[in-house]
T-cell receptor, first 111, second 111 residues
Framework: RKEVEQDPGPFNVPEGATVAFNCTYS??????FFWYRQDCRKEPKLLMS???SGNEDGRFTAQLNRASQYISLLIRDSKLSDSATYLC????????????FGPGTRLSVLP | DAMVIQNPRYQVTQFGKPVTLSCSQT?????MYWYQQKSSQAPKLLFH???????NEADTPDNFQSRRPNTSFCFLDIRSPGLGDAAMYLC??????????FGEGSRLTVL
């Protein structure tokens, strides 16, 4: 079993749709959780950290379920500019050397 | 202004011809990372520096070496590139917040 697994994708959705991505992790000692966004042929950039209580940033909502070792990302009212690959990142702490990246889920928002 | 700068953005080399990729950062972070990312795959950590302390991932081939002459600069040397080393090489830095700051990457083609 891979350490971090994500929905295989790709997801093709129309503008305005709500889309949800799932991520599971195998190491129960994990303490830090993030969603990164990577545009085609560009570098990953932090989208949001994921907190135990869940957190929201505009149209984006992230949830963490420690018992099920599961993270989700919800995007409401999808825009064309949301088209990207979304990488789930799980860490033992906040230091990058202890991070594990998921393979990513590609999203295409269609006009 | 870019905080992590990688050069060159694109590198074409011949099979077996050594390559050096460079990275500089203006964030004054102690830690610098080199990742390898192949198409549709997650970034894979090759090694990282904490100050001058070099940390190699267990599965990083000996063909990959690194140098960090000072806090701002880090180099990735590929001694004898093979076809399987064609990838995007990402340099990153980060503090203790969990956010990784990536450069735009160096895309390596091996002929």
């Amino acid at each position: 079993r891979k350490e971090v697994e994500q929905d295989p994708g790709p997801f093709n959705v129309p503008e305005g749709a709500t889309v949800a991505f799932n991520c599971t992790y195998s190491n129960s000692a994990s303490q830090s959780f993030f969603w990164y966004r990577q545009d085609c042929r560009k570098e990953p950039k932090l989208l949001m950290s994921v907190y135990s209580s869940g957190n929201e940033d505009g149209r984006f909502t992230a949830q963490l379920n420690r018992a099920s070792q599961y993270i989700s990302l919800l995007i409401r009212d999808s825009k064309l500019s949301d088209s990207a690959t979304y990488l789930c990142v799980v860490g033992l702490d906040n230091y990058g050397q202890n991070f594990v990246f998921g393979p990513g889920t590609r999203l295409s928002v269609l006009p | 202004d870019a905080m992590v700068i990688q050069n060159p953005r694109y590198q074409v080399t011949q099979f077996g011809k050594p390559v050096t990729l460079s990275c500089s950062q203006t964030l004054n972070h102690n830690v610098m990372y080199w990742y390898q990312q192949k198409s549709s795959q997650a970034p894979k950590l090759l090694f990282h520096y904490y100050d001058k302390d070099f940390n190699n991932e267990a599965d990083t081939p000996d063909n990959f070496q690194s140098r960090r002459p000072n806090t701002s600069f880090c180099f990735l040397d590929i001694r004898s590139p093979g076809l399987g080393d064609a990838a995007m090489y990402l340099c990153a830095t980060g503090g203790d917040t969990g956010e990784l700051f990536f450069g735009e990457g160096s895309r390596l083609t091996v002929l």
